[in-house]
């Protein structure tokens, strides 16, 4: 599986174009700088069938828009999360930030189960820091996609509205039911693995004990 990431805007989150065939790639998460991401993807050489979305707070879902109009791709989100996605530019409005409200007629609702675009994944409903939050899972590929749930050294944010401390660490738990050599590609700061943060994150050590 190729995983290529790029770090966007002011809070520097992460867009991963992933592929087996390069004819059936996809694109998560393309949080900001809309021209640079095309940009990114006429460089790559890949076409793309669709914009998977691990939740839709405004640092995650400000390229939408453009890559919905550059390329007439569905956008697919849990169904959870469509408020939220909604409200994404009046968001980002309050930390004095700027995106290009996300189109909902681009809109597929998103489900747990197996999501046959790209190499593949499992789709995982994991709430907590936002509603409708997932998780994208590759089995053969032993990696998760894992937007803001967990990071390097830490978790998603639960004070913000809509998440919920007892749904997080719900989340992390189910989380840990995958493999622990699973690699980790976090929506912000270094990828790592599920071995490497429970050996080192108190968080998750905290609440898998």
């Known amino acids: 599986m190729h995983v290529q990431q790029l770090e966007l805007g002011p809070l520097k989150a992460h867009a991963y174009l992933v592929w087996?065939?390069?004819e059936r790639a996809v694109l998560v998460d393309p949080g900001d700088e809309p021209e640079r991401v095309l940009a990114w993807i006429r460089a790559s050489g890949v076409e793309l069938q669709a914009v998977l979305l691990t939740h839709a707070h405004?640092?995650?879902v400000g390229a939408v828009r453009a890559m919905v109009e550059a390329h007439d791709l569905p956008v697919l989100l849990h169904p959870a999360a469509r408020p939220v996605y909604q409200r994404a530019a009046t968001s980002a409005a309050r930390w004095g930030l700027f995106i290009d409200p996300p189109p909902t007629e681009a809109l597929v609702d998103l489900a747990e189960g197996w999501l046959?675009?790209?190499p593949g994944f499992?789709?995982?409903h994991l709430p907590g820091h936002c509603p409708g939050h997932v998780a994208f899972y590759q089995p053969q590929a032993e990696a998760v996609f894992s937007g803001d749930l967990l990071f390097a050294g830490g978790v998603g944010r639960w004070d913000l509205p809509g998440a919920n401390?007892?749904?997080l660490r719900r989340s992390i738990r189910r989380l840990y039911e995958l493999p622990e050599a699973t690699r980790v590609?976090?929506?912000?700061?270094?990828a790592t693995t599920l071995a490497m943060e429970r050996r080192t994150n108190p968080f998750v050590q905290d609440w898998l004990a």
């Not at 590609?185 to 270094?190: E, K, L, R």
């Open 185 to 190: 590609y976090p929506g912000h700061g270094p």
């Open 20 to 22: 087996n065939d390069p």
């Open 122 to 124: 499992e789709v995982r």
């Open 58 to 60: 405004f640092d995650h």
């Open 116 to 118: 046959d675009l790209g």
């Open 165 to 167: 401390l007892d749904d």
